[in-house]
């Protein structure tokens, strides 16, 4: 009946490589960006999961802080974009790289 | 219960890697609001109901909007609305659709069956211990959450900022 806790953790981390790997593979920053919410998506189910686990209310309580974090997050960020866009005219985080050394 | 876990968590997966693999951004999104709302189901299943409804309110409502205000603000240009029809097209909705409508039967087999969460179990957290707990224990992370969403507003209204000529 119940869910075990091993299988959440797993979904948990399986969500959170996955976005890891889009992170790491996406040049787009809008794709990055994705991949980092699906990221904080994952660490909320870990804490979800925790939270059933032990029939605790903390993990509930993490999640919505989780939840705040993100909707800042990706406010400042979307902010970011649209100031890139208008710049640097475009969203290839490898074309916007003026702080790099040229060698 | 169970099962509802298990499928719930394969449709997030298989949308998730759809998300990762698109080329275009508005199709990924599409499939990321899916697994937004199969992580959902997945929170209802683990008896936490409230926080299930957050996940969609929250992350498949007001983030992903904000995701598609960009990506349209983006795309202004006379071939924009070439592009839009493009986006419309029948053939894009049908992978989004499906997986959608497998979380809504599930969802409502487990409304219709009176499947609640972990019934007799008492691992069901009810929303108004959540709030409970949310404030009295953890009334100052309350109170950080709240300066960090007005610094996050200014912070986006003075980067969102027309500048003047001459300001660089």
């Known amino acids: 009946m119940m869910v075990s806790t091993e299988s ?27 991949s980092i919410e699906i990221m904080l998506n994952a ?5 979800i999961v925790a939270g059933a686990r032990w029939g605790q209310v903390e993990g509930q309580v993490m999640f919505v802080f989780i939840l705040t974090i993100a909707a800042a997050e990706v406010a400042i960020a979307l902010a970011l974009v649209l100031w890139m866009a208008r710049r640097v005219r475009t969203l290839d985080i490898d074309r916007a790289s003026t702080l790099k050394e040229q060698s | 219960m169970d099962t509802a876990f298990y499928i ?31 992580v959902a189901v997945t929170f209802y299943t683990l ?26 603000l983006l795309n202004l240009g006379p071939e924009s609305a070439r592009r839009e ?38 691992a069901m957290v009810s929303p108004k211990s959540l709030g409970i707990a949310l404030f009295s224990t953890y009334l100052l992370g309350v109170e950080l ?12 209204l003075h980067l969102g900022r027309k500048l003047r000529r001459g300001e660089d």
């Not at chain 1, 660490?43 to 804490?47: C, H, I, Q």
């Not at chain 2, 959450?145 to 986006?156: F, N």
């Open chain 1, 8 to 34: 959440g953790l797993l979904l948990a981390a399986i969500l959170f490589v996955l976005g890891l790997v889009g992170v790491l593979v996406r040049r787009n920053i809008i794709f990055m960006l994705l």
């Open chain 2, 85 to 122: 029809r493009a986006l419309l097209s029948p053939g894009m909705w049908v992978g989004p659709g499906v997986l959608a409508l497998i979380l809504l039967a599930e969802f409502v087999l487990l409304a219709s069956h009176a499947w609640w969460p972990a019934q007799g179990t008492g």
């Open chain 2, 47 to 72: 008896g936490a109901p409230f926080a299930a409804a957050l996940e969609v309110i929250i992350y498949a409502g007001a983030i992903m909007v904000l995701f598609v205000f960009v990506i349209m």
């Open chain 2, 145 to 156: 959450a709240s300066m960090l969403l007005l610094a996050a507003l200014v912070g986006a």
């Open chain 2, 8 to 38: 719930a968590g394969g449709i997030a997966i298989l949308a998730t890697l759809m998300v990762i693999t698109r080329l275009n951004a508005v199709h990924a999104l599409l499939y990321l609001i899916v697994s937004l709302l199969a």
């Open chain 1, 43 to 47: 660490a909320g189910l870990a804490f």
